[in-house]
């Protein structure tokens, strides 16, 4: 069965900083995009970084360009940096996997995904 899984959530205030991992198991994820989106409150799921596996290319959102840093530690973990966090940044954080290498900012190329962090940042 595969899953997964993400951790590093939790409350935090404006200005600080946070990571989040997601593990990945139950299959290799070799050839794999991750990526990382959020969905906050009454707003639609929202892209937040992608890293492919070949050749390690990132993409951000324009709303975390330069506050955020994806990386991978091997095929089956993802890490999400976060820093200088806003309030707007608060939401559930979800981590997905895509078989098609793209790392791209759609979330229908993505076909595994988590059950979400929870990301508060308070003013």
């Known amino acids: 069965q595969v899953q997964l899984v993400e951790s590093g959530g939790g409350l935090v205030q404006a200005g600080d900083s946070l990571s989040l991992s997601c593990a990945a198991s139950g299959r290799t994820f070799v050839n794999y995009a991750m990526g990382w989106f959020r969905q906050a409150p009454g707003k639609e799921r929202e892209f937040v970084a992608g890293?492919?596996?070949?050749?390690?290319?990132r993409n951000y959102a324009d709303s975390v360009k330069g506050r955020f840093a994806i990386s991978r530690d091997n095929a089956q973990k993802v890490n999400l940096q976060m820093y200088s966090l806003k309030p707007e940044d608060t939401a559930v954080y979800y981590c997905?996997?895509?078989?098609?290498?793209?790392?791209?900012?759609?979330?229908?190329?993505?076909?595994?995904w988590g059950q979400g962090t929870q990301v508060t940042v308070s003013s």
């Open positions: 890293i492919t596996w070949y050749g390690g290319r």
């Open positions: 997905a996997a895509d078989s098609s290498d793209a790392g791209s900012d759609n979330e229908r190329d993505y076909d595994y």
